[in-house]
């Protein structure tokens, strides 16, 4: 099976950076994945890691240990858009399980 | 290009009553699978296919049914609605197992 703890919110101040956590415990690791979901919209595709280290894209990165069961995702400049829920979700088993997600909120 | 398709966006049953979600996607995407998202228990997974002919169950597949008869559509078949199955359900496709799923927007179901 496939366990998955994410933070439950947070709030930070536009311009700021922010680091959402997510741990994991899961047989068949095959990859990582972050998603954004704002309030009454489907999830979307922000990263994907399989490998450890660090990979960046524009004002988001995604870090991953694979021996630590541990990711973060780095939201850098925030901007009143980026409020919504972070999703993390492990690829194992032939399957995609999601974390509860991790509400953020920008404040001005 | 579409993408994923999912209809209804709104349903409200009566307990008992049964129904069936649509899912269509026109990426040609082996695996097609099937959330629901309550409250503070983030996506749980109902049922999935890995390709045409070819379904298992997720986390939470009581009270479900699916099938996938072509590579196109997954439909999701409630067989007697509970109000337990309230809930956002979303259908999603992906190319393969480790590739980024596409969503659909979500179909907003209650039972009263």
């Known amino acids: 099976g496939q366990n998955i703890d994410q933070p439950t919110e947070m709030t930070a101040t536009e311009g700021a950076i922010v680091q959402i956590n997510c741990t994991y415990q899961?047989?068949?690791?095959?990859?990582l994945f972050w998603y954004q979901q704002h309030a009454g919209e489907a999830p979307t595709f922000l990263s994907y890691?399989?490998?450890?280290g660090l990979e960046e894209k524009g004002r988001f990165s995604s870090f991953l240990s694979r021996s630590k069961g541990y990711s973060y995702l780095l939201l850098k400049e925030l901007q009143m858009k980026d409020s919504a829920s972070y999703l993390c979700a492990v690829w194992g088993n032939n399957r995609l399980a999601f974390g509860k997600g991790n509400q953020v909120v920008v404040i001005p | 290009n579409a993408g994923v398709t999912q209809t209804p966006k709104f349903q409200v049953l009566k307990t008992g009553q049964s129904m069936t979600l649509q899912c269509a996607q026109d990426?040609?995407?082996?695996?097609m699978s099937w959330y629901r998202q309550d409250p503070g228990m983030g996506l749980r997974l109902i049922h999935y296919s890995v390709g045409a002919g070819i379904t298992d169950q997720g986390e939470v597949p009581n009270g479900y049914n699916v099938s996938r008869s072509t590579t196109e559509d997954f439909p999701l078949r409630l067989l007697s609605a509970a109000p337990s199955q309230t809930s956002v359900y979303f259908c999603a496709s992906n190319q393969r197992g480790n590739s980024p799923l596409h969503f659909g927007n979500g179909t907003r179901l209650t039972v009263t």
């Open positions: 899961t047989s068949g690791f095959n990859g």
């Open positions: 890691n399989v490998l450890d």
């Open positions: 990426m040609n995407h082996e695996y």
